[in-house]
Nanobody
Framework: QLQASGGGLVQAGGSLRLSCAASGRTVSSYGMGWFRQAPGKQRELVAAISSGGYTDYADSVKGRFTMSRDNAKDTVYLQMNRLKPDDTAVYFC????????????WGQGTLVTVSS
């Protein structure tokens, strides 16, 4: 089970940190990621971290978002800085088995709203 938290309302230019706690799962054994879904837009994978710790980001968030992992807590984080109104979306924590490219495990979403 993936439990995401940390969403909320923030002004443009502000910061938020999302957390995703994995129960029954060792995050270091999975590829983890954050998708977002905004109204009228395609779902977008904004950040990912491999089991080996390699991170990758969508161009739209590169340089502003940082994904990290705390293996001891089986938790992943998404630090979001310099937020823009276009970052407004429901953010989902996801996981995939090593060797798979499909994120089969999804948590409930957490809403991030960035006001201008």
């Amino acid at each position: 089970q993936l439990q995401a938290s940390g969403g909320g309302l923030v002004q443009a230019g502000g910061s938020l940190r999302l957390s995703c706690a994995a129960s029954g799962r060792t995050v270091s054994s999975y590829g983890m990621g954050w998708f977002r879904q905004a109204p009228g837009k395609q779902r977008e994978l904004v950040a990912a971290i491999s089991s080996g710790g390699y991170t990758d980001y969508a161009d739209s968030v590169k340089g502003r978002f940082t994904m990290s992992r705390d293996n001891a807590k089986d938790t992943v984080y998404l630090q979001m800085n310099r937020l823009k109104p276009d970052d407004t979306a429901v953010y989902f924590c996801v996981a995939r088995r090593v060797g798979s490219v499909i994120y089969n495990y999804w948590g409930q979403g957490t809403l991030v709203t960035v006001s201008s």
